[in-house]
Every structure is written in structure tokens, then in C-alpha cells.
T-cell receptor, first 113, second 112 residues
């Protein structure tokens, strides 16, 4: 009964490839997020969607494109992968954009070679 | 420019004693503060939160204290248990955007 799930859990790929990470939540939440945890362990928000609409878009290269087919799903597409994209990517969701508590998925460990 | 800082990268305490994790922030627009706990290879899990209008919130062994004038919050765990060993992230929510800003985490080790 996973509340926020992500696939794949691990992703190893070559520079220049295009890859996608999927996220699904079964909590009935309206808002979903993508975070990046870099090598220094900082967790930083990348994007947020509320009811399939983009509401937060941090300074992220436009090679990163989120897509929300419905409010239970928020996928992350990354084009032309670079070495510096290697990180752990976490998906999260909250009741709505004003809710103080966000619930996180298990993370996707991306390694770009 | 880090708006939320956890200046201690690690903390080691003996089982049964108190663990105190600290967090400082700079932005006055934060309306909620949260602590998350993270085990290796898992996502952060919500532990406890406090509204900016309060100075203390308690939940079992966990208490969060907020000192707004000092822009400082702390998480107290008492008594500490070996299962509490994890990375603890402090986070603050921006009232106008809803964004969570995280500190860099403190690794807590509770020794049996």
C-alpha cells in the first residue's frame, strides 16, 4: 500500500540519453512535487503541480520537463543527460499547495556515466 | 544562500539520553517548520511540525521548540533509541509559495 511510489528505483545511463522517472500517489492529494538531492545531500525543489497545473518552477535547465497526465501522476523527463544530473530524485505529494506536510516517495537514484 | 541551516552534520548520543537537533533559518516568511527523518535508500518521512505562531509542539518522545526571535528551532528526542538513528532534515514552508526549503540534514547515531 505505497502512498507515493516512484519507478525506477535505480537508473544508470550514458551521457546524452533521454530518460523518464515516473511518480504516482494514491493519497488523493492535489499537489505533487519533484525534488533533487545532490551529492552534498541538499534537498531542493524543482517543480510543483497542483491539479495538473504547474505552480512552482525553480531555476532548472529546460532539459528537465515535468508532465502530469492526471493529479495522481507526475512524471519527470530529462533530455540530453549530463554528468551533473547524477543525483537522487524524490517525488512528493501534499493535500493541496497550502498544506504543510508533504509525503515523499522512496527516491530514484540516477547515475549518468 | 541557504535559508535553512543545520550546522551540525552529525550527532552521537547514548541510548536513553536526550538528542537535540538544531536548525536556524533566515526567512521571516516561513509559516510552518517541519522535521523529517530519513533512513538510507528511503524517502524522507514526516516526523513532527510546528506552526510559526506556536513555540512548542510535542508528540510522544519528540518535541519541537521554536524561538522566532532567534530564528531557531530544535528537535528533542527523549529517550533516544537505536532505531532513531537516521538523517534528520529540518524544513520550512514559505507562506506565499508553499515551497519547502530544507536544511542539509544532521545524521543522528544512537548507540546502544
Amino acid at each position: 500500500d505505497t502512498a507515493v511510489s516512484q519507478t525506477p528505483k535505480y537508473l544508470v545511463t550514458q551521457m546524452g540519453n533521454d530518460k523518464s522517472i515516473k511518480c504516482e500517489q494514491n493519497l488523493g492529494h492535489d499537489t505533487m512535487y519533484w525534488y533533487k538531492q545532490d551529492s552534498k545531500k541538499f534537498l531542493k525543489i524543482m517543480f510543483s503541480y497542483n491539479n495538473k497545473e504547474l505552480i512552482i518552477n525553480e531555476t532548472v535547465p529546460n532539459r528537465f520537463s515535468p508532465k502530469s497526465p492526471d493529479k495522481a501522476h507526475l512524471n519527470l523527463h530529462i533530455n540530453s543527460l549530463e554528468l551533473g544530473d547524477s543525483a537522487v530524485y524524490f517525488c512528493a505529494s501534499s493535500q493541496d499547495f497550502a498544506a504543510e506536510t508533504q509525503y515523499f516517495g522512496p527516491g530514484t537514484r540516477l547515475l549518468v556515466l | 544562500d541557504q535559508q535553512v541551516k543545520q550546522n551540525s552534520p552529525s550527532l552521537s548520543v547514548q541510548e536513553g539520553r536526550i538528542s537535540i537537533l538544531n536548525c536556524d533559518y533566515t526567512n521571516s516568511m516561513f509559516d510552518y517548520f517541519l522535521w523529517y527523518k530519513k533512513y538510507p535508500a528511503e524517502g524522507p518521512t514526516f516526523l513532527i511540525s510546528i506552526s510559526s505562531i506556536k513555540d512548542k509542539n510535542e508528540d510522544g518522545r519528540f518535541t519541537v521548540f521554536l524561538n522566532k526571535s532567534a530564528k531557531h528551532l530544535s528537535l528533542h528526542i527523549v529517550p533516544s533509541q537505536p532505531g532513531d538513528s537516521a538523517v534528520y532534515f529540518c524544513a520550512a514552508k514559505e507562506s506565499n509559495t508553499g515551497k519547502l526549503i530544507f536544511g542539509q540534514g544532521t545524521t543522528l547515531q544512537v548507540k546502544p
